[in-house]
């Protein structure tokens, strides 16, 4: 059987036919990836599949660079990348425009995801250094195709979804593709029952042989309760092996779930031009709404301390309700892109500009004291959902400017630019009009690169560039710069790697060094006019990266390992000087490796690893390192003329019991443990 035949010799099956058109992807040249002078990865749908990643916080099994960062099951998900926590507001992209991630992405219409790593500033105006994460919808194929999958999880998620993508027209120059998915969810942790679907439309209109229009619009919603972390107990590090990880602290009889409602559409008109050169234009809206609801355990006023739990274990809990709150993203993008020939040399430029707007609409929220909760989730309070705390409410217009330039100085070696003009406009104010704070700022990022191919397979490169965040000093009496603008916090990148890419071997060798401005309030803090925000020193994150996408017949490798040393340095406080992030995993390794068992069938084995990190940010604490082991089979059958696609896994083989993450959020230590073992199934069929 073809189908059969195709899976023994490369394992990746691929859904029949490519998309009509590619638009470029996040790095933002057209080279191959293992010709460009960064790191980049793209996952896709596929490879997701396969691992029963159905959401963002699933990346980290894949790559060794990318990590927890308060990832709670029922909220959205919040990585780091080389040590640096993604900024949900700023560093995320959907088909290469902004969007807020502060919302659950539904990843069933995504034909992969993309992760640029390290300073984004040449593909973003404001971001943190770590990097863009961005999602790339399904378009119609050039040949018609129909995907139908059932799956169900351990616990009692069941799960079914609809793709299926048709050409039209006399010339097929129509196309659509229609994504529907479903989900009831009911994982291994407890009271966190709910429910999900995604409907979404991509159509496309070859209006000639230059020319392609295409439009798509998703909705998606999402209703689950979240999930509430441990803590340290007093001074000490509770043992995971005793604690149970199916065990929720939001459940309490009043708990509400939280509630995701999404929209996200986008137009885009690309047209072919004279000599090689290109156009393009992008509209994209997100309107996001969201019920965000939680018992919420916070410090222990019996001690108090409120950085932690009570060492014995318990904890004060609040009543957490912020609803209907809005985020709405509207942005454009306009570039052309093409050759030109100048001083004897070619340049392949893309010049370009972006518009956005972001707000957000907020009404007043509750976070109220209910009680005292414990660890062992036996404690019982009464709920306290007065909305007696004000919310803030926010606006940002961006203008950007860009310019991409690749230059051939010879047949082997390249030198790239990039360079980003941003001019913010942001404003903030409370619900009942106080602490408004408005300010202007003019940004400019560059970015620098020269390869040079050793080899026809192998590149080595050398990059320098800046990132940039803005930061505002609260306006609030205690400050002496209340509403004012913090100076243009830039992080700078340097990075030399070794890449290769053929049909069978895809590998990199990364250095990286990273220096990233902090701010802190300085002063007693404890009157008016007593402090003040300013910028005090930087995070600098050194490291090592290595990862091989290996491909031999009836078998592969996508493995990843990174080496980092995360330190803080040139603070005013010697004291702080020489401490560790807190939740920075120092060596993490991430390996999946297939091999054809029997004709059809694969066997499948995941590995992960993440090293010892730190609970508290003055380093007094130490978490242990952790490994996780998965297993699963994958067997390909050719019914008639279809492909059905049988899947089965166990996740955390060993049941491994230990802290997965602790993440210090809010001023405060949280830690979440590793899922317990976990059994999924699925059936896709090809039509």
Known sequence: MAGVAAAQTLPQVSVTGKASEAAPGLAGFADPPARLPMQAVSLSAERLADLGIDRLSGLTKLDASVSDAYNAIGYWSQLKVRGFNLDNRFNLRRDGLPISGETALSLANKASVEVLKGSSGMQAGTSAPAGLVNLVVKRPLADDATTLTLGTAQGGTVDASLDHSQRFGAGREFGLRVNLAAAHLDPPLRDTRGKAHTAALAADWRLGADTLLEAEVEFNRQRQPSQDGFS??????????????????????????????????????????????????????????????????????????????????????????????????????????????????????????????????????????????????????????????????????????????????????????????????????????????????????????????????????????????????????????????????????????????????????????????????????????????????????????????????????????????????????????????????????????????????????????????????????????????????????GVGGQTWIWRAAIDNLANRRAWRESPWQFEHSYLYPLAPRTFRASLEVRL
Request: aromatic content about 8%; proline content about 5%; charged content about 25%.
């Open 232 to 637: 340290l107990l007093g001074n000490q590090l509770p043992d995971a092996r005793r604690i149970d990880p199916k065990l929720n602290l939001n459940s309490q009889p009043w708990t509400l779930p939280v509630v995701f409602d999404n929209t996200h559409a986008s137009l885009r008109v690309q047209h072919k031009l004279a000599d090689g050169w290109r156009a393009q234009a992008a509209l994209g809206i997100q309107r996001l709404r969201t019920d965000d609801r939680n018992a919420f355990g916070f410090g222990c006023s019996a001690e108090d301390d409120y950085t932690r739990y009570c060492a014995d274990g318990s904890f004060d809990l609040y009543d957490f309700r912020s609803e209907n709150e809005h985020r709405d993203t509207t942005s454009l993008d306009v570039s052309a892109s093409g050759p030109v020939q100048f001083a004897g040399l070619r340049h392949d430029l893309t010049v370009g500009g972006l518009a956005s707007r972001f707000k957000s609409r907020f009404q007043r929220q509750a976070y109220n004291y209910a009680g005292i909760g414990h660890i062992d989730g036996s404690a019982v309070t009464p709920p306290a959902p007065e909305l007696t705390d004000e919310n803030t409410n926010r606006d940002e217009r961006s203008q950007e400017l860009y310019l991409r330039d690749r230059v051939a100085l010879t047949a082997d070696t390249s030198a790239w630019l990039g360079l980003r003009t941003t001019r913010l406009h942001r404003e903030s104010v409370r619900t009942d009009g106080s602490r408004a704070t408005d300010y202007p700022q003019t940004v400019t990022t560059p970015w620098l690169a020269l390869s040079h191919a050793i080899a026809s397979d192998w590149l080595v490169y050398a990059s320098w560039g800046q990132g940039v965040e803005s930061e505002v000093a609260p306006n609030r009496p205690r400050y002496a710069n209340a509403g004012q603008a913090l100076p243009a916090l830039k992080s700078r990148q340097t990075e030399i790697g070794l890449k290769t890419g053929t049909q069978r071997v895809e590998g990199a060798l990364t250095v990286f060094d990273i220096r990233r401005p902090l701010w802190r309030d300085i002063g007693d803090c404890d009157a008016d006019l007593s402090c003040e925000r300013r910028a005090d020193g930087r995070a600098r994150h050194r490291g090592i990266e290595a990862s091989a996408d290996l491909k031999w017949r009836g078998g592969g490798l996508f493995a990843s390992a990174t080496r980092l040393r995360a330190r803080r340095e040139g603070s005013a406080d010697a004291q702080l000087n020489g401490l560790v992030p807190p939740n920075v995993p120092q060596t993490t390794l991430k390996a999946q490796l297939r091999q054809d068992l029997l004709p059809g069938l694969q066997g499948q084995l995941g590995l992960q690893h993440e090293g010892r990190r730190f609970a508290t940010p003055d380093n007094a604490i130490p978490v242990p390192a952790w490994t996780v082991a998965d297993a699963g089979l994958r067997y390909t059958q």
